[in-house]
T-cell receptor, first 114, second 110 residues
Framework: KAGVTQTPRYLIKTRGQQVTLSCSPI?????VSWYQQTPGQGLQFLFE???????NKGNFPGRFSGRQFSNSRSEMNVSTLELGDSALYLC?????????????FGPGTRLLVL | AQSVTQLDSHVSVSEGTPVLLRCNYS??????LFWYVQHPNKGLQLLLK??????LVKGINGFEAEFKKSETSFHLTKPSAHMSDAAEYFC????????FGTGTKLQVIP
């Protein structure tokens, strides 16, 4: 079974631009979660999608948004990029998204904002 | 509030010696707890998880962790470190949503 894939793997943007990241979960997984990882703040939960609906949300500004498609693939969008948005963005999938389930992580998208 | 705290940001051990990575949790309820490993430029890989079954949890690559409610701890151990264990380790857990600790970088000295 193929693992979680994320595209692109690396991205360079400038302040004020917007960016869209993509995540394809493991086949059969309906829950997709997004995390931001930075050296200063560590791993922070952005949001979780399940069956095309946002089910949980972390404490990030509205510039961060996401969506999930009927095939469970998910996209994350960041508008009006700031320097502080430079980070590794990780996507994780699980079957139903329950807390006791194992989350499988993708390799991440490394975003650099100049 | 629920959170996990990793007590050490860096741990250094010699190859062949035991590994201990410490994690305490704070939760009003019995949490689900996880340990993940992250190698450079890679995503996180689950080592093991505790979901209120056996308190001693065995994971992959010889790692195990013991849930101790009296100490609110979930420390990760391995009897003998291998060079390939050098990585960053994250404790995670929660009741309604998962929060991650700040990570412990494990250095293995040959």
């Amino acid at each position: 079974k193929a693992g979680v894939t994320q595209t692109p793997r690396y991205l360079i943007k400038t302040r004020g631009q917007q960016v869209t990241l993509s995540c394809s979960p493991i086949s059969g997984h309906r829950s997709v979660s997004w995390y931001q990882q930075t050296p200063g703040q560590g791993l922070q939960f952005l949001f979780e999608y399940f069956s095309e609906t946002q089910r949980n949300k972390g404490n990030f500004p509205g510039r961060f948004s996401g969506r999930q498609f009927s095939n469970s693939r998910s996209e994350m969008n960041v508008s009006t990029l700031e320097l502080g948005d430079s980070a590794l963005y990780l996507c994780a999938s699980s079957l139903e998204g329950g807390l006791k389930e194992t989350q499988y992580f993708g390799p991440g998208t490394r975003l650099l904002v100049l | 509030a629920q959170s996990v705290t990793q007590l050490d940001s860096h741990v250094s051990v010699s190859e062949g010696t035991p590994v201990l990575l410490r994690c305490n949790y704070s939760s009003s309820y019995s949490p689900s707890l996880f340990w993940y490993v992250q190698h450079p430029n890679k995503g996180l890989q689950l080592l093991l998880k505790y979901t209120s079954a056996a308190t001693l949890v065995k994971g992959i690559n010889g790692f195990e962790a013991e849930f101790k409610k009296s100490e609110t701890s979930f420390h990760l151990t391995k009897p003998s470190a291998h060079m390939s264990d050098a990585a960053e380790y994250f404790c995670a857990g929660g009741y309604q949503k998962v929060t991650f600790g700040t990570g412990t970088k494990l250095q293995v000295i040959p």
